[in-house]
């Protein structure tokens, strides 16, 4: 599968972005599909996962800020980020087809190219 993930951009402090990630090639419909990021320096870290079934999970850094959600007919998953914080900022990388071993995800292979998100104070 391929992944395409575009919508990053600057923002401010408090500020909204909604990434998107689209996906070619798989069944996009039967995978559970999730967001990392990576800021420099430092880990590619989980921030939020959607299962076939729309149940979510996310990191306790992002619960009630940002929302995952998905369209299986635009083979599309979507982020939506709100109230962004400058620790926000980092290279936002979709996956798709992972799996959870109790409260661990492990992601695959298959990851989009990422895309940039910078949160200014």
């Known amino acids: 599968v391929q992944l395409q993930a575009s919508g990053g951009g600057a923002v401010q402090t408090g500020g909204s972005l909604r990434l998107s990630c689209a996906a070619s090639?798989?069944?996009?419909?039967?995978?559970?599909m999730a967001w990392y990021r990576q800021a420099p320096g430092n880990l590619r870290e989980f921030v939020a996962s959607?299962?076939?079934?729309?149940?979510?999970n996310y990191h306790d850094s992002v619960k009630g800020r940002f929302t995952i959600s998905r369209d299986n007919a635009k083979k599309t998953v979507y982020l939506q980020m709100n109230s962004l914080k400058p620790e926000d900022t980092a290279v936002y990388y979709c996956?798709?087809?992972?799996?959870?071993?109790?409260?661990?995800?492990?992601?695959?292979?298959?990851w989009g190219q990422g895309t940039l998100v910078t949160v200014s104070s």
């Open positions: 090639g798989g069944i996009f419909s039967i995978d559970t």
């Open positions: 959607v299962s076939n079934g729309d149940s979510t």
């Open positions: 996956n798709a087809g992972g799996h959870y071993i109790g409260s661990y995800f492990y992601p695959t292979s298959s």
